[in-house]
């Protein structure tokens, strides 16, 4: 129930809330998994950290972005455009300037996370814009 609160209050705009997001370690912008999820109408990128057992959601508001980065090279943008409510994960899609890379992602064979129900990608550290 806490968790509901919580997001709510993120989601609707509670400066402190936010404020508490980005006072998390630093290692919360670490070794983050990049995940390709295929919905019935359209697919999506979730982002996972294995360890803390949270996808994005938890530390960025909606319509927020993140560099994922490998060896401190932007390799891709992401958008936060909404939440699937029904695995309470964040619905990342690609800058426009990154589409060539994301259509890359979907022609990849990949690994299946079966209790995400999505194909792994690759692990990046990420920078987060509000």
Known sequence: MLHYIQQFLKN???SYCQENDYTDPKENYTNWSLYIKEYEMYSSLILYHEIQKKDISFYINQNDSIKLLKKNKTIIELD??????????????????????????????KNLNKNLKAFFIDKFD???KK
């Open 126 to 128: 990420i920078i987060i």
């Open 12 to 14: 609707s705009g509670c």
């Open 80 to 109: 936060f455009i909404s939440k699937d409510d029904d695995n309470n994960l964040a619905i990342l899609v690609p800058d426009e300037k990154y589409q060539e890379y994301y259509e890359n992602i979907e022609k990849k064979s």
